[in-house]
């Protein structure tokens, strides 16, 4: 197999790469430790930041998230075909995941609010991956695994934490699931299997393109054979997440096309009503229709058969009519 020579693995940096993945490595106790404590800080952070609607706080858990390197070590451990690594790294990627879902459900039950997709912008760009989002991860991951591979552009590595969502879809698995919106929670939990998938995939493909197993072997390090039955299972591992995803691309093209229609027909029927068009959108298939006026109330019957004739008959439609006006109340 031919290989950039820009790319290939120096022996000589082999124990830079095995030392920052593998946690086992070095001093344990302090990696483990140093490990829960900043995945705990940034699920506390990332659960904040998505209570609170903020893109700001939710990036800032990004950085201090240790996730990605379990994740990576796992990468490792597969071309290396160190069994007992490889079930340490995606064990404790596993308990670590579950760590921020906890913490994000127990945080929803203190602020005695739900959070899902209808009052929060960001659980509703967590809950419906689609596979625009496994290409990102998987270019997210090339970009982690050469930055891993050539030290001098590891400075990279913060916008790689940035690129790819790890703990905040997590966070969103929690929340949503105490707000009892589990749909939203399996939503969100495939974008993070989705990620996880692409950074393990990609970053045992760069690093068997850099004959990482050949400097392993020049260093004396036992290596194992990468066989088929792994490779193939990393690549199964991509396609079950690759059909939700494609699913989901479906119904984002399906919402797309209601829109285009309902809205000329809806617009049309508020304008004979008498009534104002606040909002539009499509929501689990079903199309949301508010709109602002003074009494009598707008026919909806109307609009109903204005979207059948749209050729929409089988879309099911919930209109809210809001009663505008103001009235003073003096006081007493």
């Known amino acids: 197999m031919k290989v950039w020579p820009g790319l290939r ?3 000589g940096d082999l124990d830079r790469i095995v030392t920052r993945l593998f946690l086992t490595h070095g001093d344990r106790q302090r990696n483990l430790t140093n490990f829960w404590v900043l995945l705990t800080l940034a699920a506390v952070i990332a659960s904040a930041g998505v209570v609170a609607d903020s893109t700001a706080t939710v990036i ?5 998230a240790p996730l990605m390197t379990p994740i990576l070590g796992t990468a490792l451990a597969i071309v290396l075909a160190d069994r007992r690594q490889l079930v340490f790294h995606l064990g404790l990627t596993l308990a670590g995941a579950a760590a921020v879902v906890a913490v994000g459900y127990l945080l929803g039950t203190i602020i005695h609010m739900d959070v899902t997709a209808a009052t929060n912008s960001q659980v509703a760009s967590r809950v419906s991956p689609r596979l625009i989002d496994l290409l990102a991860a998987l270019a997210t991951g090339l970009v982690g695994g050469f930055a891993l591979i050539r030290s001098d552009v590891s400075d990279t590595l913060p916008g790689v934490a940035i690129a790819i969502s790890l703990v905040p879809p997590l966070a969103v698995v929690g929340l949503t699931a105490e707000s009892g919106a589990y749909s939203e929670s399996v ?4 974008l993070f299997g989705t990620n996880v998938a692409a950074i393990i995939a990609t ?3 760069i690093m068997v393109a850099a004959r990482l197993q050949e400097a392993a072997r020049a260093a004396g390090l036992p290596v194992g054979t990468l066989g088929r039955k792994t490779v193939a299972t990393v690549g199964l591992a991509l396609l079950l ?3 939700p995803l494609g699913y989901g691309s479906w119904q984002v093209l399906r919402e797309q096309q209601i829109l285009g229609k309902a809205q000329p027909v809806a617009q049309r029927w508020a304008a004979e009503e008498g009534w104002q068009l606040t909002d539009l959108q499509v929501r689990r298939g079903i199309l949301q229709v508010v709109a602002i006026g003074r009494p009598p109330e707008a026919d909806q019957t109307a609009l ?3 979207l059948d004739t749209a050729g929409l008959s089988d879309v099911e439609a919930v209109v809210t009519l809001v009663i505008g006006g103001s009235k003073t109340l003096p006081p007493g």
């Open 60 to 64: 800032g858990a990004m950085i201090v």
């Open 203 to 205: 970053g045992t493909a």
């Open 9 to 11: 693995v120096p022996a």
């Open 304 to 306: 109903r058969e204005d």
């Open 241 to 243: 997440v690759a059909v």
């Open 187 to 190: 939503g969100a939990l495939l």
